[in-house]
């Protein structure tokens, strides 16, 4: 088994808590030749990461690999024991995919010329992405529950961007106004699996 990551992509990023977590045995590399190299096209013709490879199977999408992982490899598990749990990880995992990560990596990309066009739809994405987080998230040190899920995988990484895009001074600091969410980032942050992610994000970032 295969995953084709970069260390500077959060989308990757989230893929590699859930490996890390349950310690799997999967080789990590860079897309061969580079991610836009025929070579890696011709593995992955969506020509984006993550793309784990498995056998036969080739799955792109950070959301699909997760769900993938969880199934395959169940212990220990990334997704509570009632459906009700269940289901309201899943509702995190799509806000913070397409509410905070999303327009979080649009903001980076506008230039000056585009930016009060652009950015500024971006930024009320981004700001109603937030609090659908807030609203959703427990007091605990995790998304949902008392353990580390899939929601952690993807909403922590999605957040830790944001505080990048805050640091860079890209957008104004839109979690002073969420303490859930900076309590949150700073306490999700501490756990191992995490931590390792947020350094390898920090260190392709240097």
Do not use: W
Not at 29 to 58: K, Q
Not at 82 to 87: H, I, T, V, Y
Request: one cysteine or more; glycine letters at 6%.
């Amino acid at each position: 088994m295969i995953l084709y990551s970069l260390d500077s992509s959060p989308y990757s990023a989230a893929v590699r808590i859930a490996v890390y977590a349950k310690d799997l045995q999967i080789e990590i590399v860079e897309p061969p030749s580079g991610l836009r190299s025929t070579r890696f096209h011709a593995i992955n013709p969506l020509g984006t990461i993550p793309c784990l490879v498995h056998d036969a199977l080739v799955l792109p999408e950070s959301v699909a690999i997760l769900e993938y992982i969880e199934e395959m490899f169940p212990d220990p598990p990334l997704l509570p024991g009632d459906p009700a749990s269940r289901a309201t990880v899943r509702v995190v995992q799509r806000i913070a995919e397409l509410g905070i990560l999303t327009p979080s990596v649009e903001l980076a990309r506008v230039t000056a010329s585009n930016e009060q066009a652009e950015g500024s739809a971006k930024l009320t994405r981004l700001l109603r992405g937030l609090a659908s987080a807030d609203a959703y998230i427990g007091e605990g040190s995790f998304a949902v529950g008392e353990h580390l899920t899939l929601a952690d995988c993807q909403l922590s990484v999605a957040l830790s961007l944001v505080r990048g895009l805050v640091d860079a001074r890209r957008i104004p600091d839109l979690l002073a106004a969420r303490p859930r969410l900076l309590r949150y980032l700073d306490e999700v942050k501490l756990q191992p699996n995490v931590g390792r992610v947020f350094a390898e994000l920090h260190s392709a970032a240097a």
